[in-house]
């Protein structure tokens, strides 16, 4: 029996009628992803203000409604489940973690459309999802390849979060760290909200790991990085993340992201066309004290676009018909001119190190079938 949404359906004021389009805007306005939650807000909102400059959807004014993500999983698709059923939303789109969209997709996304921007475990193949963001072969296998590569990495310690995203992606990176001539050497999952690491820090220390792969999600991965540089570990192994963006490198403060990795395929740093002038837009609407747009928030307004240009392209609001369509969809934002691969958006992919506050990006990463 499925409990009762956290709220009703949909203020009064949402109604839907023929002159708006109305989309579920699922982001974490609490727990361990609540620290990129503002952020993921204003780009979500920056990109539905735009697309409304530009005529809307169908000629229909784009509006969002929030909903919180980090919510328990079923309480969220309770919520979302419940816009659905009353007409209230005709999309969903949002930055969430896995256990969110997992629930979510099976009650939802045969029935509107469905654009998921967190990076992911790969694999997710329920009608109506697309996806925007980074998978494990195109994000993590280079990555690995490349620090094995440049800075000898060879004993990886993965340390997660106790959920689908860090096991599955963990279970990836043996695999890709063995091909790259190392191994990982220990693992270990904590639940979300982990304050205490002292455990943890000594198993990573006795397993001599040259880096640390980080599957922590937001303020989790600020504490870890925090204890983490308060043991010293950060003098003798690097970390590498696939969820961390400026945010949460303000939050750890400079002294506790000492070769610090991520990769991503959006940093704030990244100095091309694209990305000034979405700064500068950013800017332009929400002030230079604005939370930074780094690649978490930065995959919101990415969102709005894709689900945008995909009921566009179908000149319609049904889900088979938007599906048939997909591959022919093409939209340009920050991340530059991108398609659907499928219903997953291709993007270049860049490793960036900490440096203070902010990234500097090093490389664009190889993509897999040039490295396996």
Same mark, same amino acid.
């Given at each position: 029996?499925?409990?009762?949404?956290?709220?009703?359906?949909?203020?009064?004021?949402?109604?839907?009628? /023929?002159?708006?389009?109305?989309?579920?805007?699922?982001?974490?306005?609490?727990?361990?992803?609540?620290?990129?939650?503002?952020?993921?807000?204003?780009?979500?909102?920056?990109?539905?203000?735009?697309?409304?400059?530009?005529?809307?959807?169908?000629?229909?004014?784009?509006?969002?409604?929030?909903? /919180?993500?980090?919510?328990?999983?079923?309480?969220?698709?309770?919520?979302?489940?419940?816009?659905?059923?009353?007409?209230?939303?005709?999309?969903?789109?949002?930055?969430?973690?896995?256990?969110?969209?997992?629930?979510?997709?099976?009650?939802?996304?045969?029935?509107?459309?469905?654009?998921?921007?967190?990076?992911?475990?790969?694999?997710?193949?329920?009608?109506?999802?697309?996806?925007?963001?980074?998978?494990?072969?195109?994000?993590?296998?280079?990555?690995?390849?490349?620090?094995?590569?440049?800075?000898?990495?060879?004993?990886?310690?993965?340390?997660?979060?106790?959920?689908?995203?860090?096991?599955?992606?963990?279970?990836?990176?043996?695999?890709?760290?063995?091909?790259?001539?190392?191994?990982?050497?220990?693992?270990?999952?904590?639940?979300?909200?982990?304050?205490?690491?002292?455990?943890?820090?000594?198993?990573?220390?006795?397993?001599?790991?040259?880096?640390?792969?980080?599957?922590?999600?937001?303020?989790?991965?600020?504490?870890?990085?925090?204890?983490?540089?308060?043991?010293?570990?950060?003098?003798?192994?690097?970390?590498?993340?696939?969820?961390?963006?400026?945010?949460?490198?303000?939050?750890?403060?400079?002294?506790?992201?000492?070769?610090?990795?991520?990769?991503?395929?959006?940093?704030?740093?990244?100095?091309?066309? #694209?990305?000034?002038?979405?700064?500068?837009?950013?800017?332009?609407?929400?002030?230079?004290?604005?939370?930074?747009?780094?690649?978490?928030?930065?995959?919101?307004?990415?969102?709005?676009?894709?689900?945008?240009?995909?009921?566009?392209?179908?000149?319609?609001?049904?889900?088979?018909?938007?599906?048939?369509?997909?591959? #022919?969809?093409?939209?340009?934002?920050?991340?530059?001119?991108?398609?659907?691969?499928?219903?997953?958006?291709?993007?270049?992919?860049?490793?960036?190190?900490?440096?203070?506050?902010?990234?500097?990006?090093?490389?664009?990463?190889?993509?897999?079938?040039?490295?396996?």
């Amino acid at each position: 029996m499925h409990r009762p949404p956290l709220r009703p359906p949909a203020p009064e004021w949402f109604t839907a009628d /023929d002159s708006t389009l109305n989309v579920a805007l699922v982001y974490p306005m609490q727990g361990p992803a609540g620290i990129f939650g503002p952020t993921c807000e204003a780009c979500a909102r920056l990109a539905a203000e735009e697309v409304n400059r530009a005529g809307g959807v169908l000629g229909k004014e784009l509006r969002l409604l929030e909903v /919180d993500g980090g919510a328990h999983p079923g309480r969220v698709a309770d919520e979302v489940e419940a816009l659905v059923a009353t007409g209230a939303v005709q999309g969903v789109t949002g930055w969430h973690i896995s256990s969110v969209r997992q629930a979510v997709a099976p009650r939802i996304a045969h029935r509107v459309p469905y654009v998921y921007t967190a990076l992911y475990e790969g694999g997710e193949r329920t009608d109506g999802v697309f996806l925007t963001s980074e998978t494990p072969a195109w994000q993590l296998l280079p990555a690995i390849r490349l620090l094995a590569e440049e800075r000898g990495v060879r004993r990886w310690f993965v340390v997660g979060n106790d959920y689908v995203w860090p096991r599955r992606t963990a279970r990836a990176a043996r695999y890709y760290a063995r091909a790259s001539q190392g191994r990982v050497c220990g693992e270990a999952y904590l639940p979300l909200g982990t304050e205490d690491f002292t455990g943890l820090l000594r198993r990573v220390e006795r397993a001599d790991a040259d880096g640390v792969l980080m599957l922590l999600v937001g303020s989790d991965a600020v504490r870890f990085n925090r204890a983490f540089a308060a043991a010293g570990l950060d003098q003798r192994c690097l970390r590498l993340s696939t969820l961390m963006d400026e945010n949460m490198l303000l939050a750890s403060g400079p002294e506790a992201v000492v070769d610090l990795y991520s990769t991503a395929g959006y940093f704030a740093s990244l100095a091309d066309r #694209n990305t000034l002038d979405f700064h500068g837009r950013y800017a332009g609407r929400f002030g230079v004290e604005a939370p930074v747009p780094g690649s978490l928030g930065e995959s919101c307004y990415e969102g709005v676009l894709l689900l945008a240009a995909l009921i566009e392209r179908a000149r319609t609001l049904d889900v088979s018909a938007i599906g048939a369509a997909a591959e #022919n969809v093409a939209y340009e934002g920050p991340r530059g001119l991108l398609s659907l691969d499928g219903r997953h958006v291709r993007q270049r992919i860049y490793l960036a190190q900490a440096d203070g506050l902010d990234f500097t990006v090093l490389a664009q990463l190889r993509p897999p079938h040039e490295l396996l």
